[in-house]
């Protein structure tokens, strides 16, 4: 049965009675008034709660197709109907054209009204389904909502604010983990896009020769295998913002195609003879610096200059130690929430091992640390430093020693095996050392017993 609450505008107490009756009885809630005045006083109260306005046309106090922009201003997600004794065409009209759902004559209703409120409160419904969605994703992603006070971070925020109403290229350099892709998202929540496709996609996470394919799509025949048109990435962020991140990874030729898009918004698809046209932004994010990189070669700097417009510099967690505590706090109590545990915060010793590590992946490290402490500490007792990595507990080793070698050198281990992941073999090979003499030193400076 539908639901929902209506609004029934009509100065005939009998009639208006009536249809409120017929529209309870399909599940409606109706919220009645005799006049305008009386209508916008309950649109004032109820104007989140309302789907619907049914009003009359001949108002003691308005004519119903005048007050159609008012409605709109008072609530603009629900639809309006505009009810009349005598229904004229050009009324009719002008009502439609100034975003009225329908216009019905009394009299001859009786048969499309159940029919038409419904339509019309579906379309309602969608609507704030859409809108609700939109304040989610925009509050998901607003610069206000950015964990951390900083100073570094409040700079590049402000630059960010100051980019997004603009339709110009944004190139974001930083660190892997710093959190790049969360300002490109800001930035697109921000913008006159925010409404359309914000599509994101990783360089590096594909094959080389299949990365071009992906962007622009193909037709049909293009290539063995190729047996339907393919839409690329670039036609999905038709309209929005299109991320794409390490972007130092595009191939030269792929760098080419790509120039082009930015120049005249087209390109060609493989196998194609027609250009598609496409209008979006592009926002771009690298670890590299371009510019050493065109200077030696390795990346266009004709593509280079054009992806430049706008650099922003997403600062380093490092350059962040402010930030390090609410990240951790917020990270914690979000993992403990989804595993069902309480626990109630950091254990006073534990932030002077995070504020201390130098953090080489950035936001994204300390993401995975908290997710892994949150796994394994006991529900009910503030997190201790027994649960986080041994990189971590280097620092204890490094603290407790006189020698400043036997600290660097604790150090040095404990940013190897943050930046390989834990991955020993490999942290062995980079420093040149055994396996075995890799254990022990982590032994020695605190780590506890590794496993392989």
Not at 284 to 290: E, I, Q, S
Request: hydrophobic fraction near 45%.
């Amino acid at each position: 049965m539908p639901t929902g609450t209506l609004l029934l505008i009509d100065d005939e107490a009998r009639l208006r009675q009536l249809l409120a009756r017929v529209l309870e009885l399909e599940g409606y809630t109706v919220l009645q008034a005799p006049d305008a005045a009386r209508g916008f006083e309950l649109l004032a109260r109820h104007a989140d709660e309302v789907l619907l306005i049914l009003s009359d046309v001949k108002l003691p106090d308005a004519h119903g197709v005048d007050l159609l922009p008012r409605f709109r201003a008072a609530a603009p997600e629900a639809e309006v109907v505009l009810l009349t004794a005598f229904g004229t065409i050009a009324d009719g009209v002008r009502a439609m054209k100034q975003g009225a759902f329908d216009y019905l004559t009394k009299g001859d209703f009786e048969q499309q009204l159940v029919v038409v409120v419904e339509r019309a409160a579906e379309k309602a419904r969608l609507r704030k389904r859409v809108a609700e969605l939109e304040r989610r994703v925009n509050q998901q992603y607003r610069f206000e909502d950015m964990i951390g006070a900083s100073a570094e971070l409040r700079r590049a925020q402000e630059l960010a604010r100051q980019v997004a109403p603009t339709d110009s290229t944004v190139l974001l350099e930083g660190p892997t983990g710093s959190g790049k892709e969360l300002f490109a998202q800001a930035i697109h929540a921000a913008s006159g896009r925010r409404a359309k496709p914000f599509v994101a996609v990783n360089c590096s996470a594909f094959p080389r020769d299949l990365l071009e394919s992906e962007l622009f799509g193909y037709r049909r025949g293009a290539f063995t295998g190729a047996l339907t048109d393919k839409k690329g990435l670039l036609e999905e962020a038709h309209g929005g913002t299109l991320f794409l991140d390490e972007i130092g990874e595009l191939e030269l030729s792929v760098q080419a195609k790509f120039l082009r898009v930015l120049e005249l918004q087209q390109f060609t698809k493989l196998g194609d003879t027609k250009p598609t046209h496409v209008n979006l932004r592009l926002i771009a994010a690298t670890n590299r610096n371009l510019r050493q990189e065109a200077a030696e070669g390795r990346f266009r700097p004709d593509l280079y200059y054009r992806l430049s417009v706008f650099t922003l510099a997403v600062p380093p967690l490092r350059a962040r130690a402010a930030d390090v505590q609410p990240l951790a706090e917020f990270f914690l109590h979000y993992f403990a929430a989804r595993l069902g545990k309480r626990i109630p915060g950091l254990a006073p010793e534990c932030l002077p091992l995070l504020l201390r590590y130098e953090w080489p992946g950035n936001v994204r490290e300390l993401k995975n640390v908290l997710e892994r402490a949150a796994i394994l500490a006991p529900a009910g007792e503030p997190l201790s430093p027994d649960f986080l990595p041994d990189e971590l507990h280097a620092l204890l080793a490094a603290d407790a020693g006189d020698d400043s070698l036997r600290a660097l050198e604790a150090r040095h281990i404990a940013r190897l095996m943050a930046e390989l992941g834990g991955n020993k073999p490999e942290v062995a090979r980079r420093l040149g050392i055994g396996l075995t003499t890799l254990y022990r030193k982590l032994e020695e400076y605190g780590a506890g017993s590794p496993s392989a």
